[in-house]
């Protein structure tokens, strides 16, 4: 598969990744003056997967035959599926067969009897539109490795490359996301962000861009169901790791080292709230952009399909209602979280041993070696190694399958296993269940 790396079995210790987290309910303050240490990282990472960096020629990430198992009948042909996206679709940190592109596929799969082409041109830290106001930018090295962070090709010059491919007009199947980069990661988490401004930055870069996004899919892909994913509150009042309480400090820090690209975040860094309120300011912004993000989505959609019968859906994770709020994730899920559906921040130890690490960290330190081993590029090396954090780890995206999957109408699935409905896997209770458990 192009782009692709194979790099071995790495498996998670959940019950030993528990225990180095956990901080002495005698020893409230244990964790602080450790956790102060990484902060800056943090904040760093989520600066730099935001914004721009190298370019990125017209490649797919990812080209993959998906069969479901023996039934698979290999005398009809695939079903077309693309992934147009960013880090979120392209899954920072997961092997190929765990990301929910690839599970999407797979199930597919079961459920006609055919196997699934699946092309992917999702990458790290893609735009949603070309800015026009950045600076040139350099070729990606590796266009094929979707892990490193760059920011084009963005999604409507994925959307490009992927109708040029020979039957593109024949695809059957797009998973789309894309805007999270434009309104800026770091905005959301900076504990001095105005929630007001994210608000309108969110609805601004998620609302119209998007539905001129869809209606060019519509055009270059006219037999395609199109599925659009969301988002998800990073931050929530259950998160409570590396020192939130400190963030402000360091992300003024941060922000000096990027001064070029975040002016104007300097400026509000000089806005201080009290250390009390910065968590709920980050948990706050956190859940604004969750929610406005998840409107202008669907209001995109909805405008897509205008009067015709649907072929644009949304695909939203399950939300529940907690002391009469919206609806949203369950907080639990957040970054920190008790039931995390995120990747923590990897910490590395000499050459060969991490805590919280993802199933590709040591591939990944191999290609960021390789690509940032200039001196004055530590800390793109940093954050490239580190760049899975704030993803949605093996949980987040079955999650994310799960929500996807609910949403594919059975009448599409009937059209796509032909005449063989009657041989077919029937779509069961059990093969919808939601796994969060709401």
């Known amino acids: 598969m192009r782009g692709y790396h194979f790099y071995g079995e790495l498996q998670e210790d959940r019950r030993f990744e528990e225990k180095m987290m956990a901080v002495p309910e005698w020893a409230p303050n244990a964790a602080k003056t450790p956790m102060r240490m990484m902060t800056p990282i943090l904040v760093l990472l989520l600066m730099y997967l935001s914004s721009s960096a190298y370019g990125q020629t017209c490649v797919a990430t990812g080209n993959s035959l998906v069969s479901s198992g023996a039934q698979t009948r290999s005398d009809l042909p695939p079903i077309k599926m693309i992934a147009f996206g960013t880090s979120v679709t392209w899954g920072n940190g997961l092997r190929e067969d ?3 592109r690839h599970i999407v ?11 699934v082409q ?3 041109f999702a990458h790290s830290s893609a735009l949603l539109v070309n800015q026009p106001a950045e600076p040139p930018t350099e070729p990606n090295p590796d266009p094929g490795a979707g892990d490193l962070d760059y920011s084009v090709p963005s999604v409507d010059q994925q959307i490009d490359c992927a109708s040029s491919m020979p039957d593109s007009a024949t695809t059957d199947l797009i998973l789309m996301e894309g805007c999270i980069n434009d309104v800026g990661a770091e905005r959301i988490v900076y504990p001095w962000t105005q929630t007001a401004e994210l608000r309108d930055r969110t609805d601004q870069k998620c609302g119209c861009p998007m539905g001129k996004e869809l209606r060019k899919v519509g055009e270059r892909f006219p037999a395609a169901v199109v599925i659009v994913v969301g988002y998800y509150p990073i931050i929530s ?26 002016p104007e975040a300097l ?7 009290p250390r009390h309120q910065e968590h709920g300011r980050m948990a706050t912004n956190s859940e604004e952009f969750y929610q406005h993000a998840k409107a202008a989505l669907k209001e995109a959609v909805s405008q897509a399909n205008g009067a015709n019968p649907p072929r644009f859906f949304f695909a939203g994770l399950p939300e529940a209602s907690i002391g009469g709020r919206l609806p949203t994730v369950d907080p ?4 920190g979280a008790p039931q995390r559906h995120q990747w923590m921040l990897p910490i590395r130890f000499l050459h060969f041993w991490a ?15 390789q690509y940032f081993n200039r001196p004055l590029a530590i800390v793109d090396r940093t954050v490239c190694e580190d760049n899975s954090a704030f993803h949605p780890n093996l949980a987040g995206e079955r999650l994310y399958a799960w929500s996807i999957e609910a949403v594919v109408p059975a009448t599409v699935i009937d059209g796509w296993r032909l005449r063989f409905a009657a041989s077919a896997p029937k779509r069961t209770a059990s093969t919808l269940r939601d796994p969060s458990g709401h």
């Open 332 to 335: 639990l899920f957040a970054y």
């Open 267 to 273: 400026q509000q860094s000089k806005h201080r709230l």
């Open 98 to 100: 765990n990301t929910f």
């Open 105 to 115: 596929a797979n199930w597919v799969s079961a459920q006609t009897n055919r196997s």
């Open 237 to 262: 009042d259950r998160s409570s790791l590396f020192g939130f309480s400190s963030t402000r400090g360091a992300a003024k820090r941060a922000i000096k080292t990027y001064t070029n690209k975040h």
């Open 355 to 369: 805590f919280h690490k993802d199933q590709k960290f040591w591939y990944r330190q191999k290609l960021c070696d």
């Open 118 to 120: 699946l092309y992917t």
